[in-house]
């Protein structure tokens, strides 16, 4: 997949970049969405607790199979989709027996293709399987870490892992941060990569983009005053002042390791991720 530049003289446009990659149909399937409500960033108290959230278009939520459990029942791709809710496209797939799902797209999956989900498929892009029957060094996407709860984790753009060996009921998945983590062998995994690999390389051009995904502007610290920020305060253009930068609330950031300690899934870690 490649980046494309995007037409336009005008100073907002003139570097803005986008995937080269167009879904095969704009309008989602009606039965498949469901309304999405905004918070804005703000907690069950009305107050800010994530910052930089707020605005952005009106969106419809596709619901996306990530369990992949219709069994043995083959299905065709009908549809290519943008979905302004992640980062990679879906496929709707239309099962021989009438019922229609939406799944996060493969790279390489094109309309037309058939896909399956099963115990013992064959190994192409766009089946699912559970991860004792995929092959030692395949690329896989869309895991479970629980089996039946549907997958959490390879589910971004351009995202894969890799089955790196299976031992005592546990397979070893490679995650793209170079951690080497155990899933059990009973997990539901999706043949391929991710699609948009390049969607992490575009360039947004102008503040409005961004704004319609629902971001806001961020606000660097040494630009704020010393009450709203630990890093604020100064004459004129100043450093931070301080042996180690630190959030809004003063707690020490860029290196200061967060994981709780003794955590139930460290277990489950055999080598940490690269430094």
């Known amino acids: 997949m490649a980046i494309k530049k995007l037409p336009g003289k005008e100073a907002a ?6 995937v080269a990659d167009k879904p095969t ?40 199979d990530f369990k992949r ?32 799902r939406y799944i996060l ?6 309309v037309g293709d058939k896909v399956v989900s099963g115990e013992n498929i064959e190994v192409s892009v766009g089946n699912a399987a559970p991860l004792k029957n995929i092959p030692v060094g395949t690329v896989v996407h869309n895991i479970e870490l629980t089996p039946g709860r549907g997958a959490q984790i390879a589910r971004s753009a351009g995202v894969s892992t890799t089955v790196m060996a299976r031992e005592g009921g546990m397979v070893n998945l490679k995650m793209p941060s170079g951690e080497i983590r155990k899933v059990p062998e009973e997990a539901m995994a999706t043949i391929g990569m991710l699609s948009k690999a390049d969607w992490k390389n575009i360039t947004f051009g102008k503040a409005g983009r961004k704004r319609h995904l629902g971001i806001k502007p961020t606000v660097r610290g040494v630009a704020m005053s010393p009450r709203d920020h630990p890093h604020g305060g100064g004459e004129g253009r100043s450093g931070i002042g301080m042996s180690s930068p630190k959030s809004p609330w003063g707690k020490p950031t860029l290196g200061k390791k967060t994981r709780k300690k003794n955590k139930k899934g460290d277990r489950l870690i055999v080598e940490r991720r690269k430094k």
Request: proline fraction near 6%; aromatic fraction near 8%; hydrophobic fraction near 30%.
């Open 69 to 100: 459990d219709k069994f043995d029942i083959p299905a065709k791709v009908a549809s290519i989709e943008y979905d302004p809710n992640r980062t990679a496209f879906v496929a709707q797939l239309n099962y021989v027996d009438g019922e229609k």
């Open 13 to 18: 446009r003139r570097f803005m970049t986008s």
């Open 25 to 64: 149909k704009k309008e989602p399937l009606k039965a498949l969405t469901s309304p999405l409500v905004k918070s804005g960033g703000r907690d069950n108290s009305g107050k800010i607790s994530v910052r930089h959230l707020g605005g952005g278009n009106k969106q419809l939520y596709r619901k996306i």
């Open 105 to 110: 797209e493969p790279d390489g999956l094109r």
